[in-house]
Every structure is written in structure tokens, then in C-alpha cells.
């Protein structure tokens, strides 16, 4: 793998009760096998940044499978020369 880049992502299913389908999106990362953290607002994954970006299409998509309309997706990418990683981000406040 090359150096490992962080990507956030945000799912915002616009319906009335959103919480569920969230849910549906985050199952899809946890099934994808990448390493990442739920956060309150957003979930942050690790790894390849071609392999991260099919997870985030498929979470993505995911929410028009739960039935909904419309959905907004917040993605961020983290990335360095040398390699951007969760536990460098945030281990120390752990």
C-alpha cells in the first residue's frame, strides 16, 4: 500500500429520519474491511486513497438503497508525503 491517506465523510440523507439510514452507510464501511472511527459527526477512515474512495460511492449510495430522494455527502481528504494516519492525528488525546 502507498503511504496512507485519512478521508472523512459525512452522509446527510435528507428525510425525516435520517438516523437509520446513516446506520445503512456506516455498515458499508464497516463491511468494506478499511480501518476507520465514528464520530459524532463524521467517520473517519484510513488506507489507500483509490480503495477509501469506492468505499465512500458505496456509502454514498447506500442511502438510495434505504429509499431515500436526496443526500448530501461531506468528504474530506487528508493527505502527506509521508503518510497521514488516525493515531497520528488523535493519540495523543487519547
Known sequence: MTNPVNIAIEVLPLHPDPYPIVDEAIKV??????KYEVGP????MEG???ELLDVVKAAHQACFVEGVKQVVTIVKIGESTTGTT????????R
Open 29 to 34: 464501511i464497516q463491511a468494506s474491511g478499511v
Open 48 to 50: 489507500d486513497l483509490d
Open 41 to 44: 459527526m463524521e467517520t473517519t
Open 86 to 93: 488516525i493515531e497520528g492525528k488523535v493519540g495523543k488525546y
